[in-house]
């Protein structure tokens, strides 16, 4: 809780500064008296001083990152010393990156020739190649709530994960050094698609939980969440505007929360709640963005999500056994587009549904603080509700 707590600072701190960018140069003034409260904090053992000190810390940070000369390093926040690369070496490697990606994309279609559409979603699914869906298909799962499933998040890099762990245990690696095995393999995933800042959460998150038990440590959700926020926004402070970054980390906390708090519940039960808690989070920074809630995007999430699981990793398999068949790649990726046209087809019906979307102009700031205090008041008062049951 306490690291939880000390996320919401650091956030709060940059969120606050990112209204001021142009007092970037009173960056060292914010930072000394950081310094000041956090030694005040600790010297009187006084907690909310000791987080006040972290907002200031989030402040300077962000004051600091927004120099001009700063800005532009953190532009590909990722790909750290790239200005001191040859424009040689620097084109050759994105030449690499580019063939790999094509050779990659040529695999996800193996099968799928006479199919466009399928070749095409299952493309976006596994790299994030959304330039080539049609705009209907864009409508159609931006009205069902359910475009995400095309952003390279949580969901596509877990299933990879999987992926690989299976295929390192069949080298007869040890499961407890699978997951660290494989983060080089999951990174290079990451790179290839370029570093999207859901697919960094993601590969973070799975690339701490997946080192855990090479360190006899067992697998925590809430700590790789911490953790991961943690690197990211002091890695790059201006990531805290990014809506994308937002949108990632917030509903991935509800859903490690509400997972947590399920566990007693009935499968079923926790699958319910789980969607229903990742969309109420993400609902007002969609309608503060694009001024649309879509209410359908609960029941739609509820099938698709576990639908595009099967996908990915039918679709990963499919690129794996190309390169010893490519004749039973065909077979495994017609399996991915199976799930893909199902999914299709969920999103036709979702959209259909009287109030499945509304438009209700961009939300103010004000309206996103009561939107998540009514969420935080709902929680505890269920966790009030729970602990009265268990007595």
């Known amino acids: 809780m306490r690291l939880l707590l000390i ?18 140069g009173a960056w060292p003034v914010a930072a000394i008296v950081a310094t000041l409260f956090g030694l005040f904090g600790y010297g009187w053992g006084t907690r909310w001083i000791c987080y006040a000190a972290v907002t200031l810390f989030g402040i300077a940070l962000f004051l600091f990152a927004s120099q001009d000369q700063e800005q532009t390093y953190r532009m590909s926040p990722w790909m750290r010393g790239k200005e001191w690369r040859t424009a040689h070496r620097q084109e050759k490697r994105e ?29 976006a699914i596994l790299l994030g190649e959304k330039r080539s869906l049609s705009y209907r298909t864009k409508k159609l799962f931006v009205e069902s709530g359910t475009m995400h499933v095309f952003a390279i998040s949580g969901l596509h890099v877990m299933a990879i994960a999987e992926v690989l ?10 499961i407890r050094f699978a997951g660290l095995a494989s983060a080089p393999l999951l990174w290079g995933y990451v790179a290839m698609i370029g570093f999207a800042p859901s697919a960094v959460r993601a590969a973070m998150m799975a690339t701490i939980m997946g080192a855990a038990p090479a360190f006899w440590r067992r697998a925590s959700g809430l700590r790789a969440w911490e953790l991961t926020f943690l ?8 990531m805290i505007t990014n809506i994308g970054n937002a949108l990632s980390f917030a509903v991935m906390l509800a859903i490690v929360i509400a997972g947590d708090y399920g566990k007693s519940m009935a499968r079923w039960q926790q699958t319910l709640f789980v969607t229903v808690a990742a969309w109420a989070t993400g609902v007002p920074i969609a309608a503060h963005i694009f001024g649309r809630v879509t209410p359908g995007g609960i029941v739609g999430n509820l099938i698709l999500i576990a639908t595009a699981k099967v996908t990915v990793v039918s679709g990963a398999l499919g690129v794996l056994t190309s390169y010893a068949s490519e004749t039973l790649a065909a077979h495994v990726n017609n399996l991915s587009a199976l799930g893909i046209k199902l999914m299709v087809l969920v999103a036709e019906g979702v959209s259909r549904l009287p109030g499945a979307n509304f438009e209700t102009g961009p939300w103010s700031l004000l309206t996103c603080i009561e939107w998540y205090a009514a969420l935080a008041l709902t929680a505890f008062l269920l966790k009030m509700i729970s602990g009265r049951r268990t007595i």
Request: proline residues 5%; contains cysteine.
């Open 95 to 123: 030449g690499l990156a580019n063939e790999m990606k094509d050779d990659l994309s040529r695999r996800v279609g193996i099968g799928l020739e006479e199919d466009w559409e399928s070749a095409s979603l299952a493309r």
């Open 165 to 174: 762990a299976l295929c390192l245990a069949f080298l007869l690696v040890p």
């Open 231 to 238: 690197i990211v926004h002091v890695a790059n402070p201006l």
């Open 7 to 24: 996320c919401g600072a650091l956030a709060a701190g940059e969120y606050l500064a990112s209204f001021v960018p142009q007092a970037a």
